[in-house]
């Protein structure tokens, strides 16, 4: 409660962080995005939902990874996309181990 109170302003966020929720996609401003990612590290957030705006560039590790589809838009996500997702979850010296779980719609489209 007392480092929400820090938080100041966001309206659209402040009901989620309640439940210990929060989103992030490229659309927040750039307060909002900081507010969820230190939200995020201090275990105020323990529940992320965000787009792939957040897998490079953001140091942001997680226990576990869900990846629920394998296109960004009307474009499939490479093997080093994925591979950059998955990675954030169990980081060497934060967490003694980490899982992944990526649905994927069709393996035979990934078979070729």
């Known amino acids: 409660a007392e480092f929400m109170a820090t938080l100041g302003g966001s309206n659209t966020l402040a009901p989620y962080f309640e439940d210990g929720v929060a989103f992030y ?9 900081e507010m969820v990612e230190e939200s995020f590290r ?9 787009t792939t705006s957040l897998a490079t560039g953001v140091n942001l590790p ?13 474009v499939d996500l490479t093997a080093r996309d994925i591979q950059q997702m998955t990675g954030r979850a169990g ?3 934060l967490d003694t ?5 990526v649905f994927c719609p069709s393996v035979a489209k990934f078979d070729s």
């Open 62 to 74: 997680a226990r576990r990874v869900i990846i629920r589809d394998l296109t960004k838009g009307m």
């Open 97 to 101: 181990s980490g899982s992944a779980v």
């Open 42 to 50: 201090r275990g105020v957030v323990r529940v992320l939902c965000c």
């Open 25 to 33: 996609h490229s659309g927040l401003a750039s307060d909002e995005r």
């Open 91 to 93: 980081r060497a010296g």
